[in-house]
Every structure is written in C-alpha cells, then in structure tokens.
C-alpha cells in the first residue's frame, strides 16, 4: 500500500466523521415556496426525529410532527418559523428559519442554526488544538525524548545515507513513521466512539459515578508522574512487536513500528492521553478522533522532521532531570483538574466536600507547591541533585504558578475569579462572601410564607431552586421570573455567572427577578419516583435532576445549558426569545426585559 492510498484512506475517514457530525445537529431540513398569493412551506424530518413548531409567523404551535411538515401561509416579504427537533435520547436548541420572498425557492439558515454549527465546530477545533497541545507535551517526557534520537538513526542506517545527509528512502519511511502515528491515535479515539456511543459519552461526561472514577484515573496519573510508580503496558506487548517489525518488511513494518513507540512511551503518554479523553467525552461524536488527530500530528512530527534534516539533532537538548521536572509539573496540573471532577459528583450528590472556597483553597496550595517545587524546595524521588539548583527559565515559571496561587486568594472571599470559572464550583457553594454597598431595595422582601423551603436571598438576588415555590414567591409579590435551566456539571454555565452575571451592570436588573435556578443533573431523590409518558415511552423520573430535565424538554423543546427565559408572574413568557452561552453583556443586557 504506498503513501497516496493510505492519505486518501485517512481523509476518507475523516470526512465521514464530519458528515456524521453535521448530521446530528441539523435533522430537520426546511424549504419554500412562493404559490400566488401565498407562501409553501415544507420541514423534511430526519427518521427518529420529530419536528416541534414554537412559533410560524404570529402565531404559535406546540405540535410534534414527524417525516414531513407542511403549512401554506399568506405572502409576505419574510416568513419566520421558531423551532427545535428531539428524539428518544436528547432535543436540539431552538432555531430560527426565515424564507424572503424576493427569493423564491430558496431558503435562508438561520442565525441560531449557523450559531448551532459555528459552536460545534469551535469546540471540535478547541478538542484538536488541545490534543496538539498535549503531543507537544508528550515529546519532552522521558518515555518520548530519548526515542527520537535512536529512530530517526534507525531510518538513516536503514536507507544506507551517509550521517548528516538524507534520501528519498529516509524521508519517505519518516513520514509513514509518522503517517501509522496518526492512523493509530485516531483509530483509538474513533474506537472510544464506536464502543460507546456519541451518546453514551455525553451521558458519561455528565454522570456523577463516572466523574469520580475520572478524578480517581487522573488523581493515579498524577502520582505516577510524581514518581510513585509507573503505568506501563506489558513489555511481551513491545517485545512481539518489535520482532514482528524486524521480521517484516515495507508499510507494515513501519506500522509496527509506530506500535512500538505508543507501547513503549504509554506511561508517559497515557495520562495524556487518558485526560483528553476525559475531556473530549460528550463533546461530539467526533471530538474523541479529533482530539487524537491533534495528539498524533504533534507527537510524530519530530520523528519525521528530524529524519528529513538529522544534522539538528546534534543540538537538541540531552536527556537528563529536566525530563522528570517536566513531568511533575504535569502531575501538578493533573491533580488540579482531577478536582473539577470530583466538584460536579460533589455537587450532583449534594455531599458538600467541595465547596468553592474549599476548592479554591486546594487550588492555592497546589499551584503554591508547583511554585516551590520549580524553585528547588521541594523535590520528588525521580528528581537528580542538580533540581536544586533553579534555572532561568524554571525561575520565571515559578513565579507565574506563585502569582497564580496569590490571583486566587480573594476568592476564599467571594470574588468571581474569572480566569478559572469553568473549573471551580459555582458562586452558591460559597459559604462566606464578603460584599460591600448597599444592598438593592427588594432585597428585604419578607419571606410571606414559610413553604419556601428553597429560597435564598443572595445580596439581593432572590433565589430559588423550585420551579413551583419560585412562581408562587413570584405571583405574591408580582415580580418577574429568570428562569435559568444549568447543571452542576455545565462549563458554560460557569462562564455565564462568572463573566455576565456576576457583573454589577447586569446584577442591578436581575435583581428586578426572582431567579430559580433549576438544575438538571441533581441526583437528590424525589420523594416518590414519577411516571410519565414521553415521546410514546413510559419514562420514570427518579431525580430531582430527571424532573427539571424532563421540563424544561417538554416546556421549552430544548435540553442544552444554560438555558435562559423571563417569564411573568403567571408564567407566561415576556421575551420570546431564550438566551443560551454567549458571553457579550451589551447583547445579554439588551435582551434582558427589565
């Protein structure tokens, strides 16, 4: 097989896999029709899916539809349909679709349709650029450094060129060298997909058993690169291949090969690796391949450079202690993410372990021993005697870990600590918050009735996290309703209360609103099991969580967070519209009714 099959093989795969993701955001496809006097419009439904029309025109539909969808109305120069689509396993955001008039026959996306895609394909992106962050990683580990040397030198013996000089024969083994990386990192990420599932994964990502297992595999990452022991794969593994390799000739040895090194280099990559992964999983049906794409394309292209060009070898840095100074500044990172995991069990199940202020203070001390740990204070088993002595460059990094450490202090104390929002526990965890100023007027309403068991008045925010006794706090002292559907687990979430909500331009008109805040996946028990009839499936809600899931599927046809609606004291909707993650205040601030 020569190099042009196996590029096209790679790409064709690829390509597949983009389709596949196009296809899951958009399954329902809409047309018009100019007729006379009047406007054809027509919904093509994908099977397993089934189209719900919120508004046509003026005019509203609660209606579920399935295969096609068609409806004539009056001319007029624009016609616009809000929508959204569901099956048995998730709903897509609500969308917007227009057709104009002065172009018949044709029909427009819409800016939330494009905003669908847009975000899908910033985070496939943000996947990739991380997995290319994390093979750059991988190649100063000691697992990977010491390789490149003694592969590239194998290739040029191999190809008979003098040292120093290269052949066609080098650079083209070089490449497919390089070429059976990527096909075995992304066939592993492609394998993660097939075995679970797109949807299984974003059911993992969000599952509060499966996120400790995530924090105890990275907390176990961690201590190995601290040097406690080592992850490694069966050397019979490396051995076989090894000698299968030399046994063989043309791509398949090569192929081989490239086993060799991910055997070999495993415990040093496999916490990567392991922690992408984790990340990736519930991002889409592709971000597990995309992320080992990233991994692999960064990963091999030393291997390949270096043979192309082996007179630079000469002034690569040698192996020595930076290696494991390296990696237990890996493990430090590590053991920092690792807590965001066990943050969303800790809150899903109410258990109170991990409050903010608890967790901002594990991050303190962590990135405070990184600091000292890069200054020489403190060393690990792995680390020489030359750790002591700080370099420049260690120097430096240690005093951005430091004043890391000390930026984070003020948020023992309730400040937003925007840069880490996406990691730490949200704001209402926080049980000591120092603020200053007068608090707004409604923040003395009276609590009128003792049933509102779930109330909490947050520096003048009322809160709620029950949809029934917000609305009756609502009607009694006739304020409007944020609605505001978010999970523990939901990054953006975090974003939008860090970078929009928490900002006194917008605090002074939500404190015009009851807030109730309704949390999708909280795993308190409701006092009885509830059973309901969804989509021609008997679905039993055992969950808090289950039954704000359940309405806000039913209610407002979406099941993405945040999710945000205002709404009167009756329940009736003020704004149309929803807002969900965008982080622009002036947009936010002029969607808001109040």
């Known amino acids: 097989m020569n190099m042009k099959k196996i590029m096209t093989i790679l790409f064709a795969v690829i390509a597949i896999a983009l389709t596949a993701q196009a296809q899951l955001v958009q399954p329902v496809k809409w047309a018009g029709a100019i007729e006379g006097d009047s406007i054809h419009l027509t919904a093509t439904i994908e099977d397993g899916w089934h189209l719900n029309i919120i508004e046509l025109g003026d005019g509203f539909y609660m209606d579920e539809y399935e295969g096609t969808f068609t409806e004539t109305v009056a001319k007029a120069d624009t016609i616009r349909v809000r929508y959204n689509a569901c099956d048995d396993k998730m709903c897509t955001a609500p969308e917007t679709w227009e057709f104009v008039a002065s172009t018949p026959n044709t029909s427009l996306a819409s800016a939330a349709s494009a905003s669908t895609a847009t975000e899908s394909a910033k985070s496939l992106w943000w996947i990739f650029v991380m997995g290319l962050l994390g093979g750059l990683l991988a190649i100063f580990t000691p697992c990977v450094w010491p390789i490149i040397p003694m592969t590239v030198s194998f290739f040029i013996k191999r190809g008979g060129a003098a040292k120093g000089t290269t052949n066609a024969q080098v650079v083209r083994d070089a490449i497919l060298y390089g070429l059976s990386i990527v096909i075995i990192y992304v066939g592993l990420g492609l394998l993660v997909t097939l075995i679970f599932g797109a949807s299984a994964l974003n059911a993992l990502s969000t599952n509060a058993v499966v996120n400790i297992i995530f924090f105890l595999i990275l907390v176990l990452f961690a201590a190995s690169f601290f040097g406690a022991f080592e992850i490694t794969l069966p050397s019979s593994w490396s051995t076989a291949l090894n000698s299968k390799s030399s046994n063989t000739t043309g791509f398949l040895s090569i192929l081989l090969m490239a086993f060799t090194l991910v055997i070999v280099s495993f415990s040093c990559t496999g916490p990567i690796i392991g922690t992408l992964l984790v990340e990736a999983a519930g991002k889409s049906i592709l971000a597990p391949a995309m992320g080992m794409l990233g991994f692999a394309l960064a990963l091999a292209l030393p291997f390949s450079l270096f043979a192309m060009f082996p007179s630079v070898l000469k002034k690569l840095p040698k192996s020595g202690g930076w290696m494991n100074t390296f990696k237990v500044t890996l493990a430090f990172l590590e053991l920092a993410l690792a807590l965001k995991f066990l943050s969303v069990a800790d809150l899903a199940y109410g258990w109170h372990i991990l409050d903010r202020e608890v967790f901002v203070s594990l991050w303190i001390i962590i990135f405070s021993l990184l600091g000292c740990y890069l200054l020489g204070w403190i060393s690990f088993p792995h680390d020489d005697e030359d750790h002591r002595k700080t370099s420049v460059t260690r120097f430096f990094l240690a005093v951005i870990s430091l004043s890391f450490a000390m930026y984070m202090v003020p948020g023992l104390w309730g400040a937003p600590l925007r840069a880490i929002s996406a990691f730490a526990p949200p704001m209402s ?145 003020i704004v149309e519209t929803s807002y969900a993650y965008d982080e622009d205040i002036e947009k936010f601030l002029n969607w808001l009714k109040y």
Request: with cysteine; hydrophobic share 30%; aromatic share 10%.
């Open 429 to 573: 965890t926080q049980d000591w918050v120092m603020t200053s100023g007068a608090a707004p007027a409604n923040s003395q309403l009276p609590i009128t009735n003792t049933q509102y068991t779930t109330m909490t008045n947050n520096g003048g925010q009322i809160t709620f996290t029950d949809y029934d006794e917000g609305m009756a706090y609502a009607k009694e002292n006739n304020m409007p309703v944020f609605l505001d559907f978010n999970g523990f687990g939901c990054v953006n979430c975090r974003k939008m209360e860090a970078a929009v909500l928490s900002k006194p331009e917008v605090a002074e008109h939500m404190h015009k609103y009851v807030l109730i805040s309704l949390i999708v996946d909280d795993k308190t028990k409701l006092p009885e099991p509830i059973t309901i009839e969804e989509n021609g499936k008997t679905v039993t809600l055992k969950t808090i969580g289950d039954k704000w899931s359940y309405v806000q599927r039913t209610e407002y046809q979406s099941n993405a967070q945040p999710y945000y609606m205002q709404l009167d004291a009756d329940g009736n909707r």
